[in-house]
């Protein structure tokens, strides 16, 4: 997300109307989702996040 932000930025300044910068923007984020690729190597294996799966008890 931090992309589409810079690119906001940046082409704020190229742009007359509020309009014609979010349908570039616009454009940009229909670009990109054609091209993207799962992600499925966002956390190293064995990290204890992606094999915990119950909450603990609590007592009341």
């Not at 997300?1 to 082409?11: E, K, L, N």
């Not at 109307?17 to 349908?23: L, P, R, S, V």
């Not at 670009?31 to 915990?52: C, D, H, M, S, Y």
Request: proline fraction near 7%.
């Amino acid at each position: 997300m931090s992309d589409i932000v810079d690119i906001a930025c940046v082409m704020s300044m190229s742009y007359r109307t509020d309009d014609e910068q979010n349908a570039a923007i616009n454009a940009y984020i229909r670009w990109r989702n054609t091209r993207a690729e799962p992600k499925i190597t966002f956390a190293p294996p064995g990290l204890t996040l992606r094999t915990w799966t119950q909450y603990p008890t609590r007592a009341a």
